[in-house]
């Protein structure tokens, strides 16, 4: 299949920043690319690195493929690149090949069809106001913590006060982001171990730490998010939680085969996607909801800005870049 690629830059500030215990989040940038085949069908992707470092690195490689290219080339020349190139231009061809249909509208809107990220600097004030919020009915609601933020003390005092705080209907993500060494991380599963309203702990100890993180899932769910991410062979070996984030991966098709496959322990987590990448987001979201360990993603959408960049329609963002 002929194809034209063409590519777009795009740059946004979030509404509010995001921090976690390795960076904060203020900007987004990256690319939005675009194949079209002889017959004018089109395919869309997004290339969106989560490291500022990387960027320099994508767009070489970006200039790197030619503006007329055969699919097979195109998937050839690719083998090498950031992990988020493979993913766009994965992402475009699966669409120009209609292998996914996106539906027109997604609804990841209330309250309690996301997971809410909470402020880890104001986190218990955050619940509270949950805990008062009359529109929430009784809703089963969903709340993130990020924590290895502030000294270990305090957050263990914070984590006290806020499993005080819990109702049933309020289920709680604790993410350290890699950050703890094994006698930290132990404390904090002997503090949840017995906890019903914990879905997770997501990635306590470092990337490279499988050991440890093997050892403490047996006490207490753990999700591997940055592991899966620096080793994919993990994707088909843990049998723990998976965070998934179909942006920063090679190619998302393979995910959409495991959700159809009916594979539990799967998550989806933003990457801070334009509406070109989170079309996947919603579409992987909708099928993880059908399957065996239903949860509901983490999708941060309050941090999205007012923008174009945000539209449903992936041809309208194009044409506004």
Known sequence: MKLTFK?????????????????????KSGWI????????????????????????????????????INSKNISDLIKS??????SAINSALAEIERKIVFKENYYFNEI????????????????????NNKLLNGKLITIKWKVAIQDNTSEEKILIEILNHLTSNIKLRIDANGSWKREIANRWVDILKD?????????????DDIEGLRELNKSIPIALDESLLKYPYLINEWDGWQIRRPSQEKNPMHLLKELKDKKGFRSLSTSFETGIGRRWLFHLSSLQLLGPTPKVPGLALKKNPDSFLFLNEAQDIWNQL
Request: proline share 5%; glycine share 2%.
């Open 7 to 27: 590519k777009k830059s795009f740059s946004f500030k979030l509404s509010s920043r995001v921090d976690n215990s390795r960076r904060t989040y203020k900007y």
């Open 33 to 68: 690319i675009k194949l079209e085949n002889i017959e004018k069908e089109v395919g869309f992707g997004e290339v969106n690195p989560l490291r500022k470092k990387d960027l320099d690195k994508c767009q070489i490689q970006l200039n790197q493929i030619p503006k007329y």
């Open 81 to 86: 690149f950031h992990p988020c190139i493979q």
């Open 112 to 131: 309690d069809q996301t997971a809410i990220l909470l402020n880890p600097y104001s986190a218990l004030q955050e619940l509270k106001l949950l805990l």
């Open 195 to 207: 906890i019903e309203n914990i879905d997770w702990l997501e990635q306590p100890l470092s990337t």
